[in-house]
């Protein structure tokens, strides 16, 4: 059986929002600090910037570009209409106006619209005055997290009225927020350990220390609110823990918790083992210490790629538990 372009494009339209989110929320509550330390590392984070921001605007370009894609797929299973006729028939702009989906896809393309034009004035604000730049670095978290977040609504929590539907819609929220702290950022933080290792400036390894730490925390608070937010979707779509054995939806969730609880594992490693030998190694020794941090991480997101695939698939898939209502 062929795979559903729906799904390819689900996982790339998830995974270029989350690098987009990632690497902003990176700059944002990582690397700042980084780069005030003294004396600069002025070769390190002249190429830092130039190979994040390089994928920083792919991924943006991914990101709209996929989610343009899937409004189309979409609109051919609703309309049942082959490639060029949701155009030419108007079921596209139908389904975008008329839709609950293509209500929340006007929001999200307006909000990754309002991101690029943030980020173009981040990129042209080197003269500007510090606060200013600062402002809209804030300005384009704020909109990352817009942009990254309002995916829930393409997801489960959409479905449903009232109350609960808010409280999964939240979850849903706060899961996605929490896979771009983490996951996402991963990409940067490989990228900042590979630069300060090759050019080993004075106090390189202190500084991938800190920004190790630094990014170590932020993960356990993206692990904790991944955990809870991650058992409130369950409690919603599961029917039950037997739903997770009788079910091919809980199967697949359930290689989905595994693969989460071993970057757990390889993350508890790193700063339980790799980041403090790193800050207390002597210089000739750092090098390897940052390198196996770096293969360390590369393992981490091909795991959460894996995930992000995994997810893909759930989203078109029935809910465990109006699966077990069917069984049973």
């Known amino acids: ?146 942009y990254l977040g309002s995916l829930a609504f393409a997801g489960h929590g959409a479905e449903g009225v009232g109350f609960w539907q808010n409280i999964h819609l939240t979850a849903d929220f706060l899961h996605l927020i929490a896979t771009g702290l983490w996951l996402g950022a991963l990409i940067p933080l490989v990228l900042l350990l590979v630069y300060l290792s090759r050019f080993q400036e004075d106090g390189w390894a202190l500084a991938a220390a800190r920004a190790g730490s630094r990014f170590s925390s932020l993960g356990i608070l993206a692990v904790g609110v991944l955990l809870v937010s991650g058992t409130v979707n369950a409690a919603f779509l599961l029917g039950g823990t037997y739903s997770l054995i009788d079910t091919s939806y809980g199967r697949l969730l359930l290689l989905k918790v595994v693969l989460v609880a071993a970057m757990v594992s390889l993350a508890s490693v790193n700063r339980q083992y790799l980041l403090p030998r790193l800050s207390n190694s002597p210089a000739d020794e750092a090098s390897g210490t940052a390198q196996r941090l770096i293969r360390s991480a590369l393992v981490e997101i091909a795991l959460g790629l894996a995930i992000v695939c995994i997810v893909g698939l759930l989203g078109i898939m029935v809910p465990a538990n109006d699966m077990a209502a069917h069984m049973h």
Do not use: E, Y
């Open 1 to 146: 059986m062929l795979i559903d372009p729906l799904i390819i494009v689900r996982d790339f339209h998830l995974a270029s929002t989350v690098i987009v989110a990632g690497i902003i929320f990176f700059d944002l509550f990582i690397v700042a600090p980084i780069w005030q330390m003294k004396p600069p590392f002025r070769a390190a984070q002249a190429s830092f910037r130039s190979s994040t921001g390089k994928i920083l605007w792919i991924s943006l370009a991914l990101s709209i570009a996929s989610a343009l894609a899937w409004l189309w797929l979409l609109s051919m299973r609703i309309g049942h209409k082959n490639f060029d006729n949701v155009i030419t028939d108007g079921t596209v702009w139908l389904v975008l106006s008329q839709t609950q989906f293509g209500l929340a896809w006007q929001m999200r393309l307006l909000f990754g619209a309002l991101l690029a034009a943030g980020l173009w004035l981040c990129r042209n604000a080197g003269t500007a005055r510090r606060r200013t730049a600062r402002g809209l670095t804030i300005l384009s978290g704020l909109l990352a997290s817009a």
